[in-house]
């Protein structure tokens, strides 16, 4: 079993930077894939961001891809999301994950665990 529980999300201004954190509980933390996923009003659930179990090897959505970064600190059990250069399109609540499973994980039902998200507000 695994919780997850996610921070730093707030109001932030086009082109500003946010760092999203998920603190995790449980075991293991490293035999984890995690993702970042988002979801905006009106619209389904889209991935942002995976990193492997294990490894360090990462996979992002080309809509962030270059300007979002995702990580890991398995010593302190956290995930992490730093984003900047942010578009106001970029406004959702965000998501963290974690998943048993190997490789790159880019769905929604790839992942067992979910946290309760964190809104991100970016106004022009």
């Known amino acids: 079993q695994v919780q997850l529980v996610e921070s730093g999300g707030g109001l932030v201004q086009t082109g500003g930077s946010l760092r999203l954190s998920c603190a995790a509980s449980g075991r293991a933390f490293s035999a984890y894939a995690m993702g970042w996923f988002r979801q905006a009003p009106g619209k389904e659930r889209e991935f942002v961001a995976t990193i492997a179990r294990f490894e360090d090897r990462t996979l992002y959505a080309p809509s962030v891809k270059g300007r979002f970064t995702i990580s890991r600190d398995n010593a302190k059990n956290t995930l992490y999301l730093q984003m900047n250069s942010l578009k106001p399109e970029d406004t959702a609540v965000y998501y963290c994950?974690?998943?048993?499973?190997?490789?790159?994980?880019?769905?929604?039902?790839?992942?067992?665990?979910w946290g309760q998200g964190t809104q991100v507000t970016v106004v022009s």
């Open positions: 994950a974690a998943s048993p499973a190997s490789g790159f994980l880019l769905r929604t039902s790839d992942y067992v665990y």
